[in-house]
């Protein structure tokens, strides 16, 4: 296979590759306990559903290429809204989201699939949509609070 079709391969699984990995992650020992896993899978599924929901609208209108002179990057806005489900799981995941997604970004300008304005104006209408459905879910359990020490005293500062 050459590098073009390699490229092209990879840039079409990445995306079902992250996915699972926003799925299966949080199932794992370690990250269980940080979430209430009903509304973070609620929220992972509202995200990704909404990312489909501007694609539908905007290949139904083509708002953006009317307005803007832009193409809709499908890619884009399931891209972010899998990274946002990602970005909850921990700090490790946040700085690999981040990576990740300009590292995608690059390759769909490579392969000519969108121009940078296409995904910087994709990414910015989704964003606020994205926070919003992540704030409400309130996915990630409270912190307990300390065990006292002793019968009765409060725990060292």
Same mark, same amino acid.
């Given at each position: +296979?050459?590098?073009?079709? &390699?490229?092209?391969?990879?840039?079409?699984?990445?995306?079902?590759?992250?996915?699972?990995?926003? =799925?299966?992650?949080?199932?794992?020992?370690?990250?269980?306990?940080?979430?209430? =896993?009903?509304? /973070? /899978? #609620? #929220?992972?599924?509202?995200?990704? !559903?909404?990312?489909? #929901?501007? +694609?539908?609208?905007?290949?139904?209108?083509?708002?953006? &290429?009317?307005?803007?002179?832009?193409?809709? $990057?499908?890619?884009? *806005?399931?891209?972010? !809204?899998?990274? $946002?489900?990602?970005?909850?799981?921990?700090?490790?995941?946040?700085? !690999? $989201?981040? =990576?990740?997604?300009?590292?995608? $970004? +690059?390759? +769909?300008? /490579?392969?000519?699939?969108? *121009?940078?304005?296409?995904?910087?104006?994709? #990414?910015?209408?989704?964003l606020p949509e994205v926070i919003l459905v992540w704030w409400l879910a309130h996915a990630h359990r409270e912190p307990s609070p300390p065990l006292?020490?002793?019968?009765? &005293?409060?725990? !060292?500062?």
């Amino acid at each position: +296979m050459t590098l073009n079709g &390699e490229l092209d391969l990879f840039s079409h699984t990445i995306n079902p590759i992250l996915g699972l990995l926003a =799925l299966l992650v949080p199932l794992k020992g370690p990250y269980r306990a940080r979430f209430i =896993l009903p509304r /973070y /899978y #609620a #929220a992972t599924l509202s995200v990704v !559903a909404l990312a489909y #929901a501007w +694609m539908h609208v905007e290949r139904q209108y083509q708002w953006w &290429e009317h307005v803007w002179g832009v193409t809709f $990057s499908t890619h884009t *806005a399931v891209h972010l !809204a899998i990274l $946002s489900a990602l970005w909850q799981i921990g700090a490790r995941w946040r700085v !690999a $989201s981040i =990576l990740i997604g300009c590292a995608y $970004s +690059m390759l +769909m300008v /490579y392969r000519h699939y969108h *121009a940078p304005s296409d995904i910087a104006l994709t #990414a910015a209408a989704l964003l606020p949509e994205v926070i919003l459905v992540w704030w409400l879910a309130h996915a990630h359990r409270e912190p307990s609070p300390p065990l006292p020490t002793h019968a009765g &005293e409060p725990p !060292a500062d």
